[in-house]
């Protein structure tokens, strides 16, 4: 048996073992890991390739250090109020170094997987330094602290080489003094004891931090990049109330820039811009089949009453129906139809012959599957300051939506969310089933990445389950940017040529226009209903089909 498949096989063995010890359960999507405590999600591999099974256990053994060592209610207490970028980053880099400090050294074999892991970046890595000029300063900063940390918690080989560079770097743009005594303040990592003491020790940093003197320069030079000093900030503020502006408050603004790169809690071998799309695009396909991480399950159901939060919205249904009905209707006309008539069979129309034609043809039923695709990941659990989050309005359209095309004859219907709590995608809704009866299925949480390449392949699989349909739609309802954009090209090329038309919805993201020729951008969760009820109706629109890319 080769190294290769010894692993392959070996990986559920371990994942059992750490779901007996932990009390968890592992899935495989996406290309972040991380858990809630209950549920571990690694990242999307080629288990064929023996290095990259090996990182497939050192992700399953960093994350349940977290389970085994991490104090989730304290955290989230640490946690509750406004989100804080760099509080994040900066508590999430000492517990990262703690936890694994701790269970490398009472589990035998974990250490050498865990180093693995933070060594095979290194050609990322190398890209990051190459390119510190660009970089946020912020993010510099945090780099520094997670390979200080490593090196005095774990001793990883390439931990001290990384450290110095940083060191090397940070000293020409500040004090250098300040950047030793944050350094001295994070030594005392090494006598913690929980989670909470974790939580003062961020504190005390992220004071240092903010007394560095960040100044104008640290922003401006990051220009090029399109990334640093926010348009609203250009716009509203002159070149001297810039200078002006405290070194605290540069420093929240250059939060902004860095929660777009770094807004997501991963394993610390790597950032969440540095995505592990060498996998997807090289041995491993988004269409690889995992065994059991890539199945598909029902999505589990919410609450009972769930129906009733659409209830407001039945006029909008009620209205998308009968504009559905009246384009199925038109083009359902069974009938026969040809190019040459039969004159002896014509002359006894008028008694009832209906076969007038030489060469008949019959027009069959015009049948139309239209498939909903809700984005679940971690983003949308943003509120944008409103009511609701946008994944509560993103169920609320698509159990409209739904309940709009239920009944409908010559109509097929399926919802599907990605994530989902066990799998790459789960279906809320599947062919044959109607939307009414199955409404707290649409009562969803946001949890984890952004699969949507492996989704879209999912629903092109089950137009295979619709027969003959004449016309496929699939929208697309999403806040962001998938994990794998160059996988959901692929994915949306394959369903161009299966004569899908594909259509997307965006939350507040412009990204979404580099991806899909048909899609609009919502200013906010609160429109998405009404613009996603408009924008179905001109879908079925008798007179035209759309090509629609705007801002709504």
Known sequence: MSTSNALVQALPLLVSRYSKLFGTTVRMQGTSAYTNGSVITIPRLSLEDPTVARLACAYIAHESAHIRFTDFK??????TGKPDFLKEAVFNVLE???????????YIGVYENLELLDNYYSKEWNCFIKSLDKAPVLKVICSLLLCYGHKLMNGYKNADVRARQLITYLTKQFNENDIKEILVKESDLKDLKNTKEVTVLTDELIDMIYKLNITKQHLVRNESKEIIVSAKLKEENTKEQIEEMKPLELAQEQLKVFAKEDSTNVTPSKSASSVIEEFNIGASSAREDLGKF???????????DFINEVKKYYGFSNSLKQKVKSYVETYSRSAEQGKKINARKAQKAILGEKSIFFKREELNDFNTTVQILVDA???MLSSDGLEY????????VALSLALALEGVSGIDNMVTYFPGETAEFEDALRYGERAHFFAPR???RPRGSTPLAQAIYHCLDNLKKSG????????ILSDGCPDSVINTQKALKTAKAQNVEVYAISIRSEMIRKIFDNCIVCD???DLMTKAHKFFKELFDTKKRPVINQAA
Not at 96 to 106: F, G, S, Y
Not at 389 to 396: D, I, Q
């Open 74 to 79: 304290a955290k989230k207490k640490y946690f």
């Open 96 to 106: 990262d170094c703690r936890v694994e400090h701790l269970i490398a050294k009472n």
């Open 294 to 304: 890539a199945t598909s399950d029902l999505c589990k159901e919410g609450r009972a």
């Open 377 to 379: 990941s971690s983003s």
């Open 389 to 396: 989050t946008r994944m509560e309005e993103a169920n609320r």
């Open 442 to 444: 649409f009562d969803q």
């Open 468 to 475: 003959n349909t004449n016309r496929h739609v699939l929208l």
């Open 524 to 526: 906010s969760a609160e």
